[in-house]
């Protein structure tokens, strides 16, 4: 019987998960809402029952579950299996990968979301064909996963954090306690709150995207100010890392070529004599995050998966 | 017989050469100045000069040597032991490995001087007790050696390259074409170049720091912008890398707690939730480079090096 294991990519919205076998392929995908609202205790159980109805799934498919794999949003410390912080589900230091372990058959590899998508995209999708990846994820909030020589750099858990990067110095106030936080300037929430600061409107950043690519003064201001704050923290990344491939997630990944084109030009302007990287869109989509979980897993077995 | 590697840190000044034992101690050290003005190719032939003496020098002692580890300033690619540029030496594009294993009975290894001093503070220095280190060197210019998860990350020859991150948008052009680089701020030329600007007056790096711990109000301000903007190129380091411990190396290193303590308050600042490193002066002095060409001998044959 061919051998799988259970990957799960948590999120505060919705629990993705799936089966991923010996080559990386996700099979037997399902999404269910994340029962956030009922408790840290809550979520933990419905994660339980994920894993679990993933493994009868396998089991009903003639495949062999050998571990699981699951990504968390927030500060998360790999080795030990605790989620220091993950603020979208209200968690703070929960040893995560123990709780799991004592009530679900197989071995379980706990990893953070970015990370490990930037891993799957470095093994499976934008990034395989080179050693440093730096994927860098746009949306609620901004960070990256690198990938250096074929590893994940995790620095403890802590390391990733491309949205604190301060690029405007007594900026506005960040959620971290500091200012001018490249979040302040590229998060979605920052992107809509400066359209409606300037224009009194308030639309969505989808749209202000789209009205950007319109034409859009205002809409065009706030977008080239969000590109350059991603811009000048990715040319500093560049400095200290050299990546070969940036590659460009998240939901604003999702804008394409209206955030791609733009990014390109202004970090080419950032940068002299440095390894030029090229910046790309991914090729897992929002699925990265579960792909990943699933890599993570198959180490936890010590098998790597790179085709 | 006891084995040894021997160890050779080339620069623009002075070549340093040692054997490096097993446990990664340095024996029989030598110091030859560099025969830069003779060319190229002069400081090539020089260098198979000095490893074939170390080599000589190893059998008088009853030692067995069996590899050497050559580092370089510059951009070098230690995959295949090139040296991409090489500034001080006035090199470009040049096979030094290969040049050096047709020429000698042992295999070389080729590194970058700032990198393998991080590794050998990592290893045996001031990092030793941890897995992820930043080590900052600060001199005629300014770089970083990374040691993520106990491994050099070098990006093609590329990554470290702290000097350049921008901190003063629009700022001083800096060597590299760009403006407003750490380097334009922070490196012992820019130090005494913007002292001798507000004062009017020429006088040594060394003499600013003095000037400055005697309370000199201008010294203090230029000492203080530089430590400022070493401050703000190591907080974007701590956001994306996570080092547990940053290591203060290079001539402005040697300044001791008249970098390491204004250097810790300011970085301090710029920190919030994020892994808070230790900012620590080197262990190892201006051997660092050497000793790490040792222990690149060493792992050219397999072997690894941390007691």
């Known amino acids: 019987m061919a051998e ?134 746009v949306g609620t909030g901004v960070s990256a996963g690198l990938v250096l020589d074929g590893r994940l750099h995790s620095g403890g858990g802590y390391a990733g954090e491309l949205g604190h990067v301060v690029v405007a110095p007594g900026g506005r106030a960040c959620g971290c306690g500091n200012r001018g936080c490249v979040e302040t300037v590229a998060s979605a929430a920052a992107i809509a709150d400066r359209y409606a600061e300037l224009s009194g409107e308030s639309i969505s950043t989808a749209e202000v995207a789209a009205r950007a690519a319109r034409g859009g003064r205002l809409a065009a201001q706030v977008w080239g100010e969000a590109v350059e704050a991603l811009a000048t923290a990715l040319a500093a990344a560049v400095n200290l890392l050299a990546p070969e491939v940036i590659i460009v997630g998240g939901g604003l990944g999702g804008a394409g070529s209206a955030v791609l084109d733009p990014l390109r030009d202004r970090l080419s302007e950032h940068l002299t004599f440095q390894r030029r990287p090229r910046v790309v869109a991914p090729e897992l989509g929002d699925l990265a995050g579960c792909i990943g979980a699933g890599l993570l897993a198959w180490q936890r077995l010590d098998r790597q998966v790179r085709p």
Request: proline share 3%; charged share 25%; aromatic share 4%.
């Open 4 to 137: 799988c294991v259970v990957a799960v990519d948590l999120g505060g919205t919705s629990i993705k998960a799936g089966l991923v076998d010996r080559r990386g392929t996700l099979l037997h995908r399902r999404r269910v809402p994340t029962a956030r609202e009922d408790g840290d205790e809550a979520v933990l159980r419905q994660l339980v029952r994920v894993v679990t109805d993933m493994i009868d799934a396998a089991t009903e498919r003639d495949l062999v579950p050998l571990a699981a794999g699951v990504a968390v949003l927030g500060i998360v410390d790999e080795r030990h299996g605790r989620v220091i912080t993950a603020s979208n589900l209200g968690w703070r230091d929960l040893p995560v990968g123990e709780y799991l372990e004592q009530r679900i058959a197989v071995p379980v590899a706990l990893g953070h979301d970015v990370r490990v998508g930037a891993w799957a995209e470095w093994a499976l999708g934008a990034g395989r064909d080179v050693a440093d990846v730096l994927f860098l994820a």
